[in-house]
């Protein structure tokens, strides 16, 4: 069964650097998503991503991030000057044609 | 803004008995509700959906039920096992737009 896969599983980083966090959503789907949950927290929407452009982003998604789909097939969340409160676990989700989004394993961003 | 209430944020319940989590969402042009299930360390997993235009679905010992009038919609598990025990959320969103997620709910199952 095709599922949305993510690297690394673990990113630990200093404070003030840049990390890209990657996703490789299901093949043949159109809509892209990051979502970040700070840990015992809820799902956040960070942007979501249609047609090589962003389609909606949220407040959180501030000057510092970025997104990418630099091939056909990766997708990447980019944090320029990481935070401390940048700590959480990032899901990429994908969707094709209907509204079921899928989410991958996950990233945990540590900053120290 | 658009925001989605979950209750209880804990529930605990025996083995073969069952657990009703309810949801509350505000944006009236919701239209699709996932249940997602969140085990330890991992990503959210689609457990079961509706979509606006029905009004209950069942999936072997899972069901959701949606009341647009009141914009409730609840997620019903019978005969809960052990592996049943993780965090469940639910969400609400409008075609693929964003999903606005609930708080969670910790279910723990006791054999």
């Known amino acids: 069964e095709p599922e949305v896969t993510q690297t690394p599983s673990h990113q630990v980083t200093q404070m003030g650097q840049e990390v890209i966090l990657r996703c490789v959503p299901i093949s043949n789907h159109l809509y892209f998503y990051w979502y970040r949950q700070i840990l015992g927290q809820k799902v956040e929407f960070l942007v979501s991503f249609y047609n090589n452009e962003i389609s909606e982003k949220s407040e959180i998604f501030d000057d510092q991030f970025s997104v990418e789909r630099p091939d056909g097939s990766n997708f990447t969340l980019k944090i320029r000057s990481t935070k401390l409160e940048d700590s959480a676990m990032y899901f990429c989700a994908s969707t094709g044609y209907t509204d079921t989004q899928y989410f991958g394993p996950g990233t945990r961003l540590t900053v120290l | 803004g658009e925001n989605v209430e979950q209750h209880p944020s804990t529930l605990s319940v025996q083995e073969g008995d069952s657990a009703v989590i309810k949801c509350t969402y505000s944006d009236s042009a919701s239209n699709y509700f996932p249940w997602y299930k969140q085990e330890l360390g991992k990503g959210p997993q689609l457990i079961i959906d509706?979509?606006?235009?029905?009004g209950e679905k069942k999936d072997q010992r899972i069901a959701v039920t949606l009341n647009k009038t009141a914009k409730h919609f609840s997620l019903h598990i019978t005969e809960t096992q052990p592996e049943d025990s993780a965090v469940y959320f639910c969400?609400?969103?409008?075609?693929?737009?964003?999903?606005?997620f609930g708080t969670g709910t910790r279910l723990q199952v006791f054999p």
């Open positions: 509706i979509r606006s235009n029905v």
């Open positions: 969400a609400a969103s409008t075609y693929t737009d964003k999903l606005i």
